[in-house]
C-alpha cells in the first residue's frame, strides 16, 4: 500500500491508497484510484477532483447555492465538471436543459466507466454534452443561460484562461447568475484575489464557503455572481432525489465571513 501526496505552499494532504485503478494521458493527466479511506478519488495532473467520501460537499454547494439564488432555473451551463458530479446535483431541480462544456473528453470516460458518480446523469435527456473549450464556447454563445457553474480544476494549465476577466465578462452577457469554484482563500490566496477580481464583470458578487476535507487545507471558497440577493428557500423541500449535505441552514452560514477574508476582498475592490 501507497501513500499519495498533494503538496500545497509547504504543506500537504497523504491518503492511504490500496491500488490505482485506471489512468489516461490526454491534455491532462487523468488517475484513478481507490483509497484506503475516502472511496475512489479522482486525481488530474497530481491534483486531487474528488473522492466519494466528500464529494458531495462540494458538488451540492457549488450547485444548490446558485440554483436557489435564482427564481426558476431551467438552463444551466455546467463548464468542467466531466466527472459528472455537478451534472447529478443540477438534475435535481426542475431544469429543461443542461449543457455540459468539458474540454477533456478522457475526463468523462474514465469517470462514467471507473467512478460512476454522475448516476446515470450523463444518459439524461435533458443533458448535452459539448466537448470544448469553456472560454471559446463562451465567447462564441448566442444562447442565454440561468445559470452558469464553472467546476474547474485549478487555474493552472488547461483551465488557466477560465479565470481571466474576459472569460468573466462575456459569461455576464449571457446568464443572470454565475457560480465559479474559487480556490483556497489561505494557501492559494493569490488565484482567490484574480478570480474575485475579474468577476467584477457582474454587477454583483459574493463569497462563500464550505469545508471539504480533501482539498487544500480544506477550506474552499467560491464565488457567486450577477443576480445575487435572492434566496428561494421554499423550493427546498421540491428537489428531486436526496441531498446528503446541503440545506437551507448551510445555505446561509455559508455566507458568513471572517474579518481577515472581508478585509481581503475589500482592499482586492
Ligand atoms: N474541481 C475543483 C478541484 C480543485 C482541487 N484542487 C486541488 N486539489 N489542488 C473539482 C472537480 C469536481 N467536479
Not at 474575485?196 to 471558497?221: C, D, H, M, Q
Not at 423550493?235 to 441531498?243: C, D
Request: charged residues 30%; contains cysteine.
Amino acid at each position: 500500500m501507497e501513500w499519495f501526496t498533494e503538496r500545497y505552499n509547504g504543506s500537504g494532504l497523504e491518503i492511504k491508497v490500496v491500488r490505482k485503478i485506471a489512468e489516461a494521458r490526454s491534455i491532462q493527466h487523468i488517475e484513478v484510484y481507490e483509497t484506503e479511506f475516502f472511496g475512489k478519488m479522482l486525481v488530474i495532473d497530481g491534483k486531487i477532483q474528488l473522492t466519494e467520501l466528500d464529494e458531495v460537499f462540494y458538488h451540492e454547494m457549488i450547485v444548490h447555492v446558485p440554483m436557489m439564488m435564482h427564481e426558476a432555473p431551467r438552463k444551466v451551463l455546467v463548464i468542467g465538471g466531466g466527472d459528472g458530479g455537478t451534472l447529478r446535483e443540477v438534475l435535481k431541480h426542475e431544469v429543461d436543459e443542461v449543457v455540459l462544456v468539458e474540454i477533456d473528453r478522457a475526463v468523462i470516460d474514465l469517470s462514467r466507466e471507473y467512478l460512476k458518480i454522475d448516476q446515470g446523469a450523463f444518459e439524461d435527456e435533458r443533458v448535452r454534452i459539448v466537448i470544448e473549450d469553456g472560454l471559446k464556447y463562451v465567447e462564441r454563445c448566442e444562447d442565454r443561460f440561468d445559470v452558469i457553474i464553472v467546476d474547474s480544476t485549478d487555474p493552472v494549465g488547461v483551465s488557466d484562461p477560465l479565470f481571466d476577466e474576459k472569460f468573466f465578462k462575456n459569461a455576464s452577457k449571457i446568464c443572470d447568475i454565475i457560480c465559479c469554484q474559487a480556490q483556497s482563500p489561505i494557501v492559494q490566496k493569490h488565484l482567490f484575489i484574480k478570480l474575485w477580481k475579474n468577476a467584477k464583470a457582474f454587477e454583483k458578487r459574493r463569497v462563500y464557503l464550505s469545508y471539504i476535507p480533501t482539498y487544500p487545507l480544506g477550506y474552499w471558497a467560491f464565488i457567486v455572481a450577477g443576480q445575487v440577493d435572492k434566496f428561494f428557500e421554499e423550493r427546498f423541500g421540491k428537489l428531486k432525489g436526496k441531498v446528503k449535505h446541503y440545506n437551507p441552514e448551510l445555505h446561509r452560514a455559508a455566507f458568513a465571513l471572517p474579518e481577515w477574508l472581508k478585509r481581503e476582498i475589500d482592499v482586492s475592490g
